[in-house]
């Protein structure tokens, strides 16, 4: 298993602006990835963050607006950028450890309400 | 077209009410994976099993039981003797082999009322 922090655990922002999510791991991982949660829909992944590399988005979302940076294997960020209240959701990590489970697991996710 | 299907958006139980979750879903792969995640109010995900498509035992934990069965791609979830801590949106997911690219359903919300 793997241990996340995330920071801020929630904010409030206004429109316009934007905002950097940190993602802390306690230990070396294979793949970080993050996720939006809409209110009271599922998860929705963003993007794969690539150490070293630029991230792969998945379709519908794009690097000018969420940009993703990964310097080591512990820590990744995600900037949501230029933000309008469509924004406002629970952004959430996740981490795949080593072993052959594809098991995720994911961070305490930071709640973001745009004004 | 891979999918997981949570048919049921809100469920309401008395305390110590059995109460269970379906999830269907469909793929046409042979070799997946399927998952159980808990996420109460604070909004954090839990983990709370996995199953490889190979493995079809069911398994028990507790108050917590599941029913694997590949001939309807079901993964249906039973809590036993409900509690109020049971509380939270229940989420379904299909991993396919060799991707980790989790596939979530919409969630049942699960209130366990005192």
């Known amino acids: 298993s793997a241990v996340i922090s995330q920071k801020p655990s929630r904010d409030i922002c206004q429109r316009g602006t934007s905002l950097t999510i940190q993602c802390q791991v306690d230990?070396?991982?294979?793949?970080m990835f993050w996720y939006r949660q809409q209110p009271g829909q599922s998860l929705t992944l963003i993007a794969t963050?690539?150490?070293?590399?630029?991230?792969?988005?998945e379709s519908g979302f794009v690097i000018d607006k969420f940009p993703i940076s990964r310097p080591n294997l512990t820590f990744s960020t995600l900037t949501v950028s230029n933000m309008s209240p469509e924004d406002s959701s629970i952004y959430l990590c996740?981490?795949?450890?080593?072993?052959?489970?594809?098991?995720?697991?994911f961070g305490p996710g930071t709640r973001l309400t745009v004004l | 077209a891979q999918k997981v299907t949570q048919a049921q958006t809100e469920i309401s139980v008395v305390e110590k009410e059995d109460v269970t979750l379906d999830c269907v879903y469909e793929?046409?792969?042979?070799?997946?994976?399927l998952f159980w995640y808990k996420q109460p109010p604070s909004g954090e995900l839990v983990f709370l099993i996995r199953?490889?498509?190979?493995?079809?035992q069911n398994e028990i934990s507790g108050r917590y039981s599941w029913n694997f069965q590949k001939s309807t791609s079901s993964f249906n979830f039973t809590i036993t003797a409900s509690q109020v801590v049971d509380s939270a949106v229940y989420f379904c997911?299909?991993?396919?082999?060799?991707?980790?690219?989790?596939?979530f359903g919409t969630g049942t919300r699960l209130k366990v009322l005192a």
């Open positions: 996740s981490v795949v450890t080593s072993g052959p489970y594809n098991e995720q697991f």
């Open positions: 230990s070396q991982v294979t793949m």
């Open positions: 963050a690539n150490q070293g590399s630029e991230a792969t988005y």
């Open positions: 793929t046409r792969d042979t070799t997946y994976y």
């Open positions: 199953r490889n498509s190979f493995d079809e």
């Open positions: 997911a299909l991993v396919p082999s060799g991707t980790y690219k989790y596939i």
